[in-house]
C-alpha cells in the first residue's frame, strides 16, 4: 500500500488489491497476504496505535481443495528403494505417519517413545501437541537409527537436514515416479481411507482442525466400499428360477422351436 498510513487503509482498499492481484495468483495466495495485513493491523490495534482494524470482519475468498495425487503400494514401494540412508528413512516415517516434511525433518528422539510406540509432535502447523502412533515398520527403523544428536534425521555433524530437494528429485527420476514430497501425507491419508479407516481418525492423525480439509478422502473410502459390494453381484444378481428360465428360452431359441 505504498506510503498509506496505517490509519488511512480501509476495506475498499483491500478489496481493489485482491481484484488486482487475482488476476496473477490463486485465492489461497490472496488469503495468506490478507490475513497477514489482518494480523500487521490487529498487533497495531494491541499497541495503541490504530483504534479498530478496519478489515476485522474481511471475509475471505473459498479456496479449492484441489486435486489429491497419492501413490499406489507399488509406486511408493519404488520410490522408497529408489532412496538411499537417511532420506530412505525419511521418506518411510512420511508414508508410515502423514507428517509433514518439517515436522519430519525437526523431529527429536524426545518424542519418540519406543516403550509406548508413538510420537509426539509438539511443532504442528497449528500449534496444538498431536500424538501419531508407531507400526511395526516405524518401531523397528526407529531402533535402528543411530542417535547422532537430538535430532532423529541428523547430519554426519548432528544438524538436521534444512533442504532435501536434490535427494528428492533423484529419487523420483529412479523410482519413476513423479509427485511432491507433501503427496507422501496424501498417500498416507488416502490408503487409510482405502482401508475403511474413518475421516475422524485420519483428521486426528493428520491434525487438522476441521474436518473439511479430509473430506477429499471421502471418495476414496466410497469407491472402496463399492468394489467391495461389487464382489458380490454375480451371486446375487438375479433368481434362480428367472436365470433357469431365461436359458431355457435361449436354448429353445436356438433350436428353432416356439
Same mark, same amino acid.
Given at each position: 500500500?505504498?506510503? $498509506?498510513? /496505517?490509519?488511512?487503509?480501509?476495506?475498499?482498499?483491500?478489496?481493489?488489491?485482491?481484484?488486482?492481484?487475482?488476476?496473477?495468483?490463486?485465492?489461497?495466495?490472496?488469503?495468506?497476504?490478507?490475513?497477514?495485513?489482518?494480523?500487521? /493491523?490487529?498487533?497495531?490495534?494491541?499497541?495503541?496505535?490504530?483504534?479498530?482494524?478496519?478489515?476485522?470482519?474481511?471475509?475471505?475468498?473459498?479456496?479449492?481443495?484441489?486435486?489429491?495425487?497419492?501413490?499406489?503400494?507399488?509406486?511408493?514401494?519404488?520410490?522408497?528403494?529408489?532412496?538411499?540412508?537417511? &532420506?530412505?528413512?525419511?521418506?518411510?516415517?512420511? +508414508?508410515?505417519?502423514?507428517?509433514?516434511?518439517?515436522?519430519?525433518?525437526?523431529?527429536?528422539?524426545?518424542?519418540?517413545?519406543?516403550?509406548?510406540?508413538? /510420537?509426539?509432535?509438539?511443532?504442528? %502447523?497449528?500449534?496444538?501437541?498431536?500424538?501419531?502412533?508407531?507400526?511395526?515398520?516405524?518401531?523397528?527403523? &526407529?531402533?535402528?537409527?543411530?542417535?547422532r544428536s537430538e535430532f532423529?534425521?541428523?547430519?554426519?555433524?548432528?544438524?538436521?537436514?534444512?533442504?532435501?530437494? $536434490?535427494?528428492? %528429485?533423484?529419487?523420483?527420476?529412479?523410482?519413476?515416479?513423479?509427485?511432491?514430497?507433501?503427496? +507422501?501425507?496424501?498417500?498416507?491419508?488416502?490408503?487409510?481411507?482405502?482401508?475403511?479407516?474413518? /475421516?475422524?481418525?485420519?483428521?486426528?492423525?493428520?491434525?487438522?482442525?476441521?474436518?473439511?480439509?479430509?473430506?477429499?478422502?471421502?471418495?476414496?473410502s466410497d469407491e472402496h466400499?463399492? $468394489?467391495?459390494?461389487?464382489?458380490?453381484?454375480?451371486?446375487?444378481?438375479?433368481? +434362480?428360477?428367472?436365470?433357469?428360465?431365461?436359458?431355457?428360452?435361449?436354448?429353445?431359441?436356438?433350436s428353432g422351436c416356439k
Amino acid at each position: 500500500f505504498g506510503n $498509506r498510513r /496505517l490509519n488511512a487503509i480501509h476495506s475498499f482498499h483491500v478489496e481493489s488489491y485482491r481484484v488486482q492481484r487475482k488476476e496473477f495468483v490463486k485465492p489461497a495466495t490472496i488469503n495468506r497476504e490478507v490475513a497477514l495485513l489482518k494480523r500487521i /493491523l490487529n498487533l497495531a490495534v494491541e499497541w495503541g496505535v490504530l483504534a479498530s482494524n478496519p478489515i476485522s470482519n474481511f471475509k475471505m475468498y473459498k479456496e479449492s481443495i484441489g486435486v489429491t495425487t497419492f501413490l499406489s503400494e507399488e509406486e511408493a514401494q519404488r520410490l522408497i528403494a529408489a532412496c538411499r540412508g537417511t &532420506f530412505q528413512w525419511i521418506v518411510i516415517t512420511a +508414508l508410515h505417519t502423514g507428517m509433514r516434511k518439517n515436522e519430519i525433518l525437526t523431529l527429536c528422539w524426545s518424542q519418540v517413545d519406543l516403550k509406548k510406540n508413538f /510420537l509426539t509432535l509438539t511443532r504442528t %502447523k497449528n500449534g496444538e501437541i498431536r500424538y501419531i502412533p508407531l507400526d511395526r515398520t516405524l518401531r523397528k527403523l &526407529f531402533a535402528e537409527i543411530p542417535r547422532r544428536s537430538e535430532f532423529v534425521f541428523a547430519k554426519e555433524n548432528g544438524k538436521p537436514y534444512s533442504w532435501i530437494g $536434490r535427494a528428492w %528429485k533423484n529419487a523420483l527420476a529412479e523410482a519413476g515416479v513423479n509427485c511432491r514430497f507433501h503427496d +507422501l501425507r496424501h498417500t498416507f491419508a488416502s490408503h487409510l481411507a482405502m482401508k475403511s479407516v474413518d /475421516l475422524y481418525t485420519i483428521k486426528e492423525l493428520l491434525g487438522h482442525k476441521s474436518m473439511k480439509m479430509v473430506q477429499r478422502y471421502a471418495h476414496l473410502s466410497d469407491e472402496h466400499k463399492r $468394489r467391495a459390494i461389487e464382489a458380490l453381484d454375480h451371486v446375487f444378481s438375479e433368481p +434362480l428360477g428367472t436365470k433357469l428360465a431365461h436359458e431355457v428360452e435361449m436354448a429353445f431359441s436356438k433350436s428353432g422351436c416356439k
